[in-house]
Nanobody, 117 residues
Framework: QVQLVESGGGLVQPGGSLTLSCAAS????????ITWYRQAPGKQRDLVAG???????NYADSVKGRFTISRDNAKNTVYLQMNHLKPEDTAVYYC???????????WGQGTQVTVSS
């Protein structure tokens, strides 16, 4: 069992920055791959960025060059640094954990990001 807690969301003006955190507990963090998704009202949940247990990253085209995903295994936490935010980045952001050994999937409860002037 893996528990995930997202934090760091909020209201920011266009062009601003936020850093989201996804803290995991309940399993060996170094054996977990983490992916951030987002879901805007009335839209499907889309992949934003992911990081493997070995630190390899991937990004949606819409956030490349603006968002950076990283992990701190000592703190059992993955971060999503979001710069140059746009109104279209407004969504609930969720982190998903996949335990590599078992392929089991866990989701956090989400954190709201609102980009507005």
């Amino acid at each position: 069992q893996v528990q995930l807690v997202e934090s760091g969301g909020g209201l920011v003006q266009p062009g601003g920055s936020l850093t989201l955190s996804c803290a995991a507990s309940g399993s060996i963090f170094s054996g977990i791959a983490i992916t951030w998704y987002r879901q805007a009202p009335g839209k499907q949940r889309d992949l934003v960025a992911g990081i493997t247990r070995l630190g390899r990253t991937n990004y949606a085209d819409s956030v490349k060059g603006r968002f950076t995903i990283s992990r701190d295994n000592a703190k059992n936490t993955v971060y999503l640094q979001m710069n140059h935010l746009k109104p279209e980045d407004t969504a609930v952001y969720y982190c998903k954990a996949e335990v590599v050994l078992t392929s089991r999937i866990y989701w956090g409860q989400g954190t709201q990001v609102t980009v507005s002037s």
